[in-house]
């Protein structure tokens, strides 16, 4: 079994897949100042939990945008599950071309994402990534990786809200029942929700303008789902995206 894991900057999502088969997820918080010991006795009662084995794993896959996390979970598959993950990164088949001034400010997750994409709807995709940056991720028919943009995540935009501010409390994301929001939480929740629905709409809009061809919008994390039901522009909601693509690029660097 292949162990998958993408750590964030707020988050780390973990996949074990039993070939293709995506056998169970977690998502973790990302705790930067946490030992190799405390993540493995995390990961390892996760796999109790659902019926598997250390034993089991025999590979493991991972894209970091926290550096200082890389070697702590590197440490964690060699010391407790006997395996060397392949770190996604420089050096590392992916299939993409990248198109960018400087592939190397790329983060690992974005190309992750973009090989996931390409290989499951083909043609030229957009993927929405709702995480703590909200990342627009434009990749072509070809299956290049073409740039994007780079907004505030919402979860971000919402705390801003609450901490910069002194009379406005902190609200809990959910479907606005209207614009109009008749007290000061359904106003706000109306302003973040709708106001990233028109953020999604205007970009992915000004995308679609400066491509040849149209293009798909797929999206995915934490607040995909929520977003989705909201506007029309987002076709597919794919919450595992980025393990799939993770597994997929293992598969292209299997010796």
């Known amino acids: 079994m292949l162990l998958a894991a993408d750590i964030g900057n707020t988050n780390i999502i973990l996949g074990v897949f039993d070939d293709a088969k995506l056998k169970a997820t977690w998502r973790l918080a990302t705790g930067v100042h946490r030992m190799p010991d405390e993540y493995a006795t995390l990961l390892l009662n996760l796999f109790d939990r659902q019926g598997l084995a250390a034993s089991q794993i025999t590979d493991a896959v991972l894209s970091s945008v926290v550096p200082p996390l890389v070697g702590v979970f590197e440490e964690v598959c060699r010391r407790y599950l006997d395996v060397s993950p392949l770190v996604v990164g420089a050096g590392v088949k992916t299939g993409v071309r990248i198109c960018m001034d400087n592939p190397r400010e790329v983060g690992a997750d974005r ?100 491509l040849a061809s149209k293009a798909k919008v797929v999206a995915t994390g934490g607040y995909a789902e929520l977003l989705a039901q909201e506007t029309p522009i987002i076709e597919v909601v794919n919450p595992d995206l980025t393990l799939i693509g993770l597994r997929l690029i293992h598969e292209m660097n299997r010796t």
């Open 111 to 210: 190309i992750v994402n973009a090989v996931a994409a390409h290989h499951l709807y083909g043609g030229a995709v957009i993927v929405i990534d709702f995480g703590t940056a909200t990342t627009f991720d434009v990749v072509s028919g070809e299956g290049d990786y073409l740039g994007g943009a780079i907004a505030p995540g919402i979860a971000i935009a919402t705390e801003a809200l609450f901490t910069r501010t002194a009379a406005l409390p902190r609200v809990e994301l959910s479907h606005p029942e209207q614009t109009i929001g008749r007290n000061t939480v359904a106003a706000m929740r109306s302003g973040i929700v709708f106001g990233y629905v028109g953020l999604i709409e205007g970009i992915v809009a000004r995308i679609q303008r400066e």
